[in-house]
Each structure stands twice: as C-alpha cells, then as structure tokens.
C-alpha cells in the first residue's frame, strides 16, 4: 500500500504550467535531487523507489533541510502492475500526472569474465522495462489532456559504450533508443519525452554501485573518475538543467562537455571509437570467475587507500548530502 503523508499542497494553477510530477527512484542521489527541484518551484511532487526505508530518509531530507513536503510511494519499476498501481493512486489523490522522470537505475562495474546473465536481467529490467512501464501508465492520461512531459535519465554509456560497464550499457542504450522514439511517435499530443544524456556526476553513486571481479581494484578506478572535478559534474547544477529541459519539452538535453565530446567523436568515427575503448579495457582490472557483488561503500572500506579516499573526497561529500549512506 503507498505510504500518503500528509503534504502542501500549491492551489491550482489557471494556465498550462505543470502542477504534479513523479519522480520515479528518487530516494537518493541524482532523483533525490530533481524530486527537490521539482517541489522547490511549487510542483506537487511524488516519490518513488524500492526501499521505503530510504524513501522515508528522503522525505525527512526535503522536510528538514529545504522545508519541502511531497508523497511517497514504495514501488519496483520493474514490476509493470506495480507502477500501473501506483500511478492510478497518484492519479486519483492529483486528479492528473503533468510530468514524470525516470531516475531508477543501477550500477555494475566489472569484467565481462565475472558478470552474470542475472546482472544483465536487473539492469533492464530496471533501466529500461522501467520507463517503458512508467511511460506506458501514465500516457493514456496525458493523452486525455493533450499535455505531459516525460523524462528519462539514460547515460552517455547508452551512446558510448564503455568497458566493464556491460550490463549497465546494454540497458542505457535500450532506454535511449526506446526514449527518442517516443518523442518522435507522441509528434502532436501536446506530449513529449526527453532523452536525458549525462556522464559521471557527484552524486556519491559509487557507495551503491556494485563491483565484482576485483571489487576493490574496480572501485579505486570508478570511485576518483565518479568523483573528480574534471570527470564528473556537480549533481544539483545537473538536476536543475534536467529539470528546465523536460518542462521545456526538448528532446535531448547532454550533460558534461565530455558527454558531448565522445558522442562526437563516436559519431564521427565509431570503429576508431571502439578500438580506443578495447584498449582502456587492457588496462582495466582483470577478473576470472563469477566472483562475488561487493557494494561500492564495502569495496572503498576493504581497500582502504588514502589516496583513493582523497580522489573521492567530493564523492564522499555528495555522498552524505544526497542520502547515499547505509543507515
């Protein structure tokens, strides 16, 4: 059943700008974030994610440290009939979903040697059947109105695929293709879907990533590159360009100028592209065996490497900020 807190609601507004959003896994990081920009700016805002626990951490956050109120509703996106459930109630308690943005998604770092169909099936099933069946719930509404905005955060490794990210890219590139095709197919409802392209961003993602092979060798490269200035781009100013472009109804918004830089470059020379990225894959950690799934924040504890600690410093920091943290 969904929890229903008791929230603020903004009086309704006279003219077309959104009144109630959903922001499907946004307990923590990136979606905390956009949930915050959304009900910052008076859209009555839902929350979903898998954890409740985590979810009710999150409306704690937004209560205490921004003065924000919004509900809550514990569901898997992997399961259709759950978010079908979900956004029935939403829909009855609102009368209407104007925007919805699919932030849910999950991290598996590791050779191809020790990664497992199972690693595969949860990445889809997340990152793409995700916003498929979150799309698929919420536009016959939409389309009753003529109006909607949807979002769906896909990744520059659903353009470029990188090494030791196979599970993960495999879903982001499903999710790009399926995303701008539904742009393309909701020409003229009023509707539109956004492809949301980042790279690394200081979300703390790497305490909850996964890593397998050689987890802790694994983290020492994905933990600094998840975190560093030059790599990686501050989280809220992330949140709030993704924010503007989905209630402007662009069609792509591509975060970081490395993201930019490497769609060129695979676009404009993808074999050369792919040879580049079966070099770094030498040079990453090697694996044999399907070893065991070592959470980001076990796998920094069990290295402990005071370089590594200082190159994720800002990680570590988002980390706190954006309800990362066990317990």
């Not at 790599?231 to 662009?250: F, P, W, Y």
Request: glycine letters at 12%; charged letters at 20%.
């Amino acid at each position: 059943m969904p929890s229903v807190p008791s929230v603020h609601r903004p009086p309704d507004r006279v003219d077309d700008r959104p009144r109630s959003a959903l922001v499907a896994g946004a307990s923590r990081g990136l979606g905390l974030l956009i949930a915050r920009e959304l009900a910052a700016r008076g859209i009555r805002t839902v929350i979903c994610a898998r954890d409740g626990d985590e979810l009710q951490a999150a409306v704690r956050l937004l209560r205490e440290r921004h003065g924000l109120e919004v509900q809550d509703y514990v569901c898997d996106v992997a399961d259709g009939g759950a978010v079908r459930a979900m956004v029935e109630a939403v829909q009855r308690e609102y009368g209407h979903l104007d925007v919805v943005i699919h932030v849910a998604g999950v991290i598996q770092v590791g050779p191809l040697t020790a990664v497992t169909e199972d690693l595969f099936a949860q990445a889809i099933d997340i990152m793409l059947w995700g916003p498929i069946h979150l799309a698929l719930a919420v536009l016959p509404g939409m389309r009753e109105r003529g109006f909607g905005r949807i979002g769906v955060v896909t990744s520059v490794g659903g353009v470029v695929s990188p090494p030791h990210l196979l599970p993960y890219a495999t879903a982001k590139f499903g999710a790009v293709g399926f995303t701008q095709g539904l742009h393309a197919d909701l020409a003229g409802t009023g509707i539109t879907a956004t492809t949301i392209v980042p790279g690394l961003m200081r979300t703390g993602s790497d305490r909850r990533a996964t890593f397998t092979g050689s987890p802790e060798k694994e983290y020492a490269w994905f933990g600094p590159a998840a975190s560093m200035p030059l790599l990686s781009m501050d989280a809220e100013r992330a949140a709030a360009r993704i924010v503007e472009a989905v209630l402007a109804g662009r069609p792509v918004v591509t975060l970081t100028p490395l993201t930019k830089v490497a769609i060129r470059v695979s676009g404009l020379a993808p074999a050369t592209t792919t040879r580049l990225l079966r070099l770094t894959s030498r040079v990453l950690p090697s694996g044999s065996g399907q070893g065991e799934l070592v959470e980001g924040g076990t796998a920094r504890a069990r290295l402990a490497s005071s370089v590594v600690d200082r190159l994720t410093t800002l990680g570590s920091r988002a980390a706190e900020r954006f309800n990362q943290l066990r317990g």
